[in-house]
């Protein structure tokens, strides 16, 4: 149980373009998703939190116009990259907390995002 | 502001060696995660350890807390090459957010 999917799993678009990523909860429900960036060879980074309902929560530095999350569901929540370049080019994982298993995030397989 | 480090950042090591990993992190928290990430992957779950003393194995490897000292160490016991991989520790903020802050990773690659 509690597997979270993500897609597409990779992206290739020109800049400028928008992109979409959906991350689901498969067989639970997640009022809380989270979204991450990680740079290769680095840590990943919280870029905002998702939840059901009401407006995603961006950590500092994190421009919300131009990365917009929508959480519409208990199982789907999804990233947009707007207007992309190619320093946003990285792979972005979300990840779920169950509810009634609140101490555990479980995460997605990755969306690997190049900007030409 | 939640910091956490872990060290080493590269550790090299030989199969059926025993080291171990350290992650300190910076507010009080009892509640720790450890990660695997293999290259070009998401994160595996390895261990939650939710209160002071916790500790776990599985395989090869166990994990524990301290949270009076702020430390979780992750130990390898008799290394094999399937362990090679990048480990994360990450630390949840408290309270009911549950945002988790990352430690840099531990690259660890097992040499035959």
């Known amino acids: 149980g509690a597997v979270v999917s993500q897609h597409p799993s990779w992206v290739i678009c020109k800049s400028g373009t928008s992109v979409k990523i959906e991350c689901r909860s498969l067989?639970?429900?997640?009022?809380?998703m989270f979204w991450y960036r990680q740079f290769p060879k680095q840590s990943l980074m919280l870029m905002a939190t998702?939840?059901?309902?009401?407006?995603?929560?961006?950590e500092q530095g994190v421009e919300k116009d131009k990365f917009l999350i929508n959480h519409a569901s208990l199982t789907l929540s999804t990233l947009t990259v707007t207007s992309a370049h190619p320093e946003d080019s990285s792979f972005y994982i979300c990840?779920?907390?169950?509810?009634?298993?609140?101490?555990?995030?479980?995460f997605g397989p990755g969306t690997r995002l190049t900007v030409l | 502001e939640l910091k956490v480090e872990q060290n080493p950042l590269f550790l090299s090591m030989q199969e059926g060696k025993n080291y171990t990993i350290y992650c300190n992190y910076s507010?009080?928290?009892?509640?720790l995660y450890w990660y695997r990430q293999d290259p070009g992957k998401s994160l595996e779950s390895l261990f939650v350890?939710?209160?002071?003393?916790a500790v776990k194995q599985e395989g090869r490897l166990m994990a524990s807390l301290d949270t009076k000292a702020r430390l979780s160490t992750l130990h390898i016991t008799a290394a094999v090459h399937d362990l090679s991989a990048t480990y994360f520790c990450?630390?949840?903020?408290?309270?009911?957010?549950?945002?988790?802050?990352f430690g840099k990773g531990t690259l660890l690659t097992v040499n035959p």
């Open positions: 998702s939840n059901e309902g009401s407006k995603a929560t961006y």
């Open positions: 350890l939710l209160s002071n003393g």
């Open positions: 990450a630390v949840d903020s408290g309270g009911s957010n549950y945002k988790l802050t």
């Open positions: 507010t009080t928290s009892d509640r």
């Open positions: 067989d639970f429900q997640a009022t809380t």
């Open positions: 990840s779920a907390l169950a509810s009634g298993r609140a101490h555990e995030q479980f």
